[in-house]
């Protein structure tokens, strides 16, 4: 997936350099900063949506 630009999400801690990549496209990828090697998850932009907005609501 070398067109799709990385970059860290905003909902990464950083905490012990626990960091999540996001590319956003027709599909957004998300993958492991320390394990890219491994691959990627792909979203369709309704199922992202919906993982942030339950992320967002959930009691923690």
């Given at each position: 997936?070398?067109?799709?630009?990385?970059?860290?999400?905003?909902?990464?801690?950083?905490?012990?350099?626990?960091?999540?990549?996001?590319?956003?496209?027709?599909?957004?990828?998300v993958r492991d900063t320390?394990?890219?090697?491994?691959?990627?998850?792909?979203?369709?932009?309704?199922?992202?949506?919906?993982l942030l907005n339950t992320?967002?609501?959930?009691?923690?």
């Amino acid at each position: 997936m070398s067109d799709r630009e990385w970059h860290k999400s905003s909902y990464s801690s950083g905490v012990n350099n626990d960091c999540v990549e996001v590319a956003e496209g027709q599909s957004v990828l998300v993958r492991d900063t320390q394990n890219r090697e491994l691959g990627h998850l792909a979203f369709t932009t309704p199922e992202w949506t919906g993982l942030l907005n339950t992320l967002k609501t959930s009691q923690r």
